[in-house]
């Protein structure tokens, strides 16, 4: 869901083409498979796609990528393990580290709270990638459009 919602952000922003993403797990759990179908009813609901099948996080994603923004302890714990002082060049957050309201650090599995769950993730994720694109021009001038 984040993916589908921080591409729809880059595309409003005019800045296709310079910010790449992707979007992987950190264990193993349904590679190839789609988004959860209460995942895409959500992101259809708001005029996105999401095309995206599950895979692991590699350590090349850490020499790929500039950041990994992770969605739970659990998952920043995971995916700092796979970094390398010599070779690493993305920086980890939290997806929440970007909420401007958090009541939390992570983001909540919405799997077992029914569409509400999934809807309220979408709002989290909404505000976090808004204000992640906002970071992002911040740190990087080029983004400006």
């Known amino acids: 869901m984040a993916e589908s919602i921080f591409d729809g952000l880059v595309e409003r922003a005019g800045l296709v083409g310079k910010i790449e993403t992707d979007s992987a797990g950190t264990s193993n759990y349904h590679i ?5 179908p209460r995942t895409l009813e ?24 500039d950041y990994i923004i992770v969605m739970d302890q659990s998952n920043f714990a995971d995916s700092k393990r796979l970094m390398t002082a010599d070779s690493s060049q993305a920086k980890l957050f939290l997806m929440r580290d970007f909420d401007d309201q958090p009541t939390e650090k992570d983001v909540p ?3 077992w709270s029914g569409k509400d769950g999934f809807e309220q993730i979408y709002q989290i994720l909404l505000r976090s990638c808004q204000n992640f694109l906002t970071y992002l021009q911040q740190q990087h001038p080029e983004l400006h459009p």
């Open 32 to 36: 190839g498979e789609l988004p959860d």
């Open 42 to 65: 959500i992101v259809a609901k708001y005029g996105l796609e999401s095309n995206s099948r599950g895979r692991q996080l590699t350590k090349a994603d850490f020499d790929q990528f």
């Open 109 to 111: 599995d919405p799997y």
